[in-house]
């Protein structure tokens, strides 16, 4: 019994009921080293191996009769001579025996074991190497067997173990936890997850200058499916066309698939691990997606697909079962364990509008006006809460840290502050109110700027501060790059409205004379913002007319070392317009009169410094609206065809809006991707705006805030506005996202 203790200590999963046969053979072996008689299981067990070995060696072997005593009276039958007798079998016409009475039957029970013992040790043999590793460890990520079976349904044979790949230290990698479906697993610390309907998405770095376009895992669990627990990524596939193996990771059985696609100049190498062990259908589908070379103009190298790979057999090594919790559908989404998202407390009303209870990694925060008042939303946590105003707000700006939120109160025409957790912050009192949107947090630092109607411009801290920066009737105004200075645009004191002179300051947020850098006479400069390095400021220039001013005022930027203001083009004075890359590139709206979808409007990337516009090239009968830069160089612009004739009532814009279509563009390489999933049964998508990864984009529809994954386009509504997103009848949106929004990203 000393052989079945060993197995019994050093590998207790053989009996615990993983392999049932196994399990019988090896507790038979056990009764049979201990009696005097061999087990009726084992004598099935080895009478199945005698027929198996007969059946390919073409000798003839009955199967084992059942135990027979002869009734009284009853003749015994003649024994035949092929059948190979059981020791101590009671068999027609035979009385029961001694077992092992003769030296023939000694010596045929001598050939059963040694049958035995090779069953035994080759399945045994397979199993123990599992668990130790025999000299030459299998590769888990080895070909698949090429004998074709349905999907879904693991091939027979020996299972491989999952372990990490040499090189590849998994400890220091953060944990993804899902409670409700028992399971966990570890993911580099440099990738990032987003959570999608039903699964979670973690993309991953890989090498740069190939022709890899991304890499990533997503992760899926939910209840067993009617047909069985298989990956998504069968869909689509004839039964029996995917191969698929059986691989053990922490005790758990996986089947594995690798799977090949393509589509529209894109390849797609999946491989997919699922199983149900845990009560749930647990799904990992690691996909590596390359454009094919033929694509460039210039075709990178191929990406190494081995390398890439290798993080996915580490990741699949870290599974770990927990104890499964019930599965509901209330239950929370899956969250990280390190770090754990801080958790803000909410003493306010939770909103029923917001996505409570369901994270959202990598979209920071929001706050959106709703009828209520104003929607304060972690994504990080998916906690909400609701600031309560008696009348409509609008505005909000997050500081920079994201600990501060002011806003307009649209009822008072005051300035209201809270903290970002809902709790109101006094406001110091700040003269020459009532006060306008013209307010704005520093980017560097908790300083918030502020221009009252009746002339001024403030600095004013959450701790109560107030400081006067300059005089004068200040109408716009904007922090430079690094918050160390503002520019602001005044109207100069003069005898007529109509013939005064315009001009453009600079003053240090420390204090000091501010220097004035333009002067314009008799017309009205509409400021538009800093350079990125902040050399340089832009402003649009034309008639003191807010009437003219709807069809097209002219972009001018203007250098601080030397030189004249350098004319860009003429366009509609909205911020929404333009736009900086982070290499420097300025993007535009090019094109005049108040409705959008006149002037040929167009996308023109511009040198701020030089004055030097390269328009975009358009299909023929389209507007381009709204552009935005990613952080990676990528251009989202809305498109929009240009009506047959003009929209005058509700029917006819909502049409025109239908036609809004969200665009992404490499403006190096000309190329696009139209995300058509964006406006699916929508009225139109407005006003795009980037993720700070550059993975996701949010933007308004439907009355709406909505966020879409680019990789994988499928877009989630965010929450619901107060406010109409129509159009009114220049064509223009009803909703100006700045007055309904503000996203610290």
């Known amino acids: 019994m000393a052989r079945r203790r060993r197995i019994t200590e050093h590998y207790p999963d053989l009996l615990d009921g993983h392999d049932a046969e196994l399990a019988r053979l090896v507790a038979g072996l056990d009764a049979l080293l201990a009696s005097s008689e061999p087990p009726a299981e084992l004598r099935t067990a080895i009478s199945g191996l005698a027929r198996t070995q007969a059946r390919r060696s073409s000798i003839a072997v009955a199967p084992a009769e059942p135990v ?29 025996r001694t077992w092992l009475r003769s030296t023939s039957e000694l010596l045929a029970a001598g050939m059963v074991l040694v049958l035995f013992t090779w069953l035994l040790v080759t399945v045994l043999g397979s199993r123990i190497d599992e668990r130790t590793g025999p000299l030459a460890q299998p590769d888990p990520t080895t070909a698949l067997t090429p004998a074709p079976t349905p999907p879904g349904t693991p091939s027979t044979g020996p299972m491989s173990i999952v372990t990490p790949p040499p090189g590849i230290d998994t400890s220091a990698w953060q944990t993804y936890r899902d409670e409700r479906a028992g399971f966990e697993l570890k993911y580099p610390p440099d990738a990032k997850l987003t959570a999608q309907d039903g699964s979670t998405r973690i993309d991953l770095p890989f090498a740069p200058g190939t022709n890899l376009v991304e890499k990533y895992v997503t992760v899926t669990a939910e209840p067993p499916p009617a047909g069985g627990c298989t990956s998504p990524q069968l869909a689509g596939y004839q039964p029996g066309t995917i191969p698929t193996e059986r691989v053990l990771v922490d005790g758990v059985e996986f089947t594995r698939a690798i799977i090949d696609g393509a589509a529209a100049g894109n390849r797609y190498e999946a491989t997919s691990y699922w199983t149900d062990a845990t009560g749930t259908c647990v799904v990992l589908d690691f996909v590596l997606h390359s454009a094919v070379p033929q694509n460039y103009t210039t075709p990178p190298p191929e990406f190494d697909a081995a390398r890439e790979s290798e993080v996915f057999t580490a990741i699949v090594s870290t599974f770990r079962r ?75 700006a997050w500081s920079p840290d994201g600990q501060w939120l002011a806003y307009l109160d649209l009822g008072s025409r005051s300035i209201g502050l809270v903290g970002s957790d809902g709790t109101p912050v006094p406001m110091p009192e700040v003269p020459n109110g009532p006060f306008t949107e013209n307010f704005a947090w520093s980017p560097a630092e908790d300083i918030l700027a502020i221009a009252p109607s009746n002339g001024g411009l403030y600095l004013v801290t959450p701790s109560g501060d107030v400081r006067l920066l300059a005089d004068g009737l200040v109408t716009q105004f904007a922090w430079s790059p690094d ?6 645009a005044t109207t100069l004191p003069s005898g007529s409205t109509e013939s005064a002179s315009a001009a453009i300051f600079t003053v240090p947020v420390s204090g000091g004379e501010p220097q004035q850098r333009y002067l314009a006479e008799g017309v009205e400069i509409v400021l538009a913002g800093w350079w990125p390095d902040g050399q340089g400021i832009l402003f649009w220039l034309g008639v003191r007319s807010a009437s003219i001013a709807m069809d097209g005022m002219t972009l001018f930027s203007l250098p601080l070392d030397a030189g004249d203001p350098v004319k860009l083009g003429v366009m509609l004075p909205e911020r929404a317009f333009l736009d900086w890359s982070t290499d420097g590139r300025l993007v535009m709206v090019e094109g005049e009169g108040r409705e959008l979808w006149s002037g040929d409007k167009a996308i023109a990337i511009c040198d701020a410094r030089t004055g030097t516009c390269q328009r975009l090239p358009k299909p023929d009968g389209t507007v381009s609206l709204y552009p935005a830069w990613s952080p990676d160089g990528r251009l989202a612009f809305i498109r929009a065809e240009a009506p047959g004739q003009y929209p005058n009532d509700g029917e006819a814009l909502r049409a025109w809006l239908s036609t809004w279509t969200l665009v992404i563009a490499n403006p190096d390489s000309l190329s696009e991707q ?72």
């Open 68 to 96: 027979w005593e002869p009734q009284a009276g009853e003749p015994e039958a003649p024994r035949p001579t092929n059948v190979i007798a059981w020791p101590g079998e009671r068999r027609r016409g035979r009385r029961p």
């Open 322 to 396: 927990l104890e499964p919790q019930s599965n509901t559908p209330d239950q929370d989404m899956p969250q990280l364990v390190t770090p754990t998202p801080t958790e803000i407390p909410t003493p306010g009303t939770a909103s029923p509008s917001a996505r409570q209870g369901k994270p959202f990694p990598g979209m920071g925060k929001m706050a959106v006006v709703t009828a209520e008042g104003l929607d304060l939303i972690d994504f990080e946590s998916g906690r909400a809460v609701t600031v309560p105003s008696e009348s409509a707000v609008a505005f909000p």
């Open 483 to 488: 918050g160390q200075t503002l520019a602001y």
């Open 674 to 745: 139209v995300l058509d999933a964006a406006q699916t049964g929508g009225a139109g998508v407005q006003a795009p705006a980037w993720s700070r990864d550059g993975n996701r984009l949010v933007f308004l529809r439907d009355h709406a805030v909505w966020a879409i994954d680019v990789r994988n386009p499928q877009p989630v509504m965010l929450v619901e506005l107060a406010g109409d997103t129509a159009l009114d009848g220049h064509g223009r949106p009803m909703v100006d996202p700045r007055q309904v929004l503000s996203w610290h990203r």
